[in-house]
């Protein structure tokens, strides 16, 4: 107790990035499921590729710390359209090869579960054995600075120096900090206010409330969903480079327990519901740094999974609870 008390503040400020980045992540587990009424368990990996987009471009540009600000903010900007511009693309694919048929076959949706995990595992061995890929295309020699060691951490060259910004209660808040939580809040909002007032997000918002009625309205379904998982994977690809500026780092098999805490930040905020989402995230990153100090940081995960069974044994629809249908305009 006594370690919360002296570091509450650095333990907020560090579980609000924290929370901020599960929040973006599920933003695309709310949105599918609001449109589809689908757990999209794959969408772990559409993360995972974005953050290698990120760490492909800062490789290819070889930009160093403490370079000139217009040189690091554009380095930035590219790693962030790269992320966004790849994630968006095997969302998409996604939606194309593991849900297209099964949706237009009316399949029962626990074959399009099992069928989001099986793209799940595939997509992450792709990217784990993308040296033997290289191999197989003849390009291994020119690819090697972004295939070798295929299975190890990859470490994120972030271009931008941390530095303190200002000292409170003895945690000095970093850019990066401030960064993270601030566009995590300002994309929220864009998305928020896209789903609301944007034509296709309204036709997303009728499809997750009738699909039927919203078709005799002259609602295209299909052109809908893949707008839903497009979005879903811009958002998770602009969460994988918040990711790395903080954290550095990223590999094949990251996806799978980040994915897992974004679902969890999902349901706490009310699955279906977009900003449930950002407050689920916020709720679970400080949830897990508080506990992790209460009871030690190796039951970290526990406290978080924890928190998702008391939160669905008390209030099941979530912390919010609106569902993406029935949001108000």
Known sequence: MQFLINNFVELTVTGLVLGAVYGLVALGY???YGVLQ???????????????????VTVALGVAPGSALPVVIGVLLLALLAAMTVSGGVALLLERVAYRRLIRLDAPKLVALISAIG????????????????????????LDTY??????????????ETEGLFTVGGYTVTNVDLIIIVSAVLMMVALDQFIR????GKGIRAVAQDSEAAALMGVNRNRVIRATFLVGGIMAGAAALLYLMRFGVTRWNAGF?????????????????????????????????????????????VVAFLLLVVILLFRPTGLLGESLGRARA
């Open 197 to 200: 007032r944007t034509r296709t």
């Open 38 to 56: 689908l757990i999209n368990f794959a969408h772990s990996e559409v993360w995972m590729f974005g953050s290698f987009a990120a760490v492909w």
């Open 119 to 142: 793209a799940s595992f595939a997509l992450a061995e792709i990217m784990g054995l993308r040296d033997r890929v290289a191999d197989w295309l003849g390009l291994r020699d020119t």
């Open 30 to 32: 709310t949105l599918v």
């Open 147 to 160: 295939v070798r060691s295929a299975r190890d951490n990859t470490r994120f060259q972030n271009p931008l």
């Open 257 to 301: 327990l980040l994915g897992v805490k974004a679902f969890t930040a999902a349901v706490l905020g009310g699955i279906g519901n977009v900003r449930g989402a950002l407050l689920g995230g916020f709720v679970l990153g400080l949830a897990e740094n508080y506990g992790s100090a209460l009871i030690g940081s190796e039951w970290r995960d």
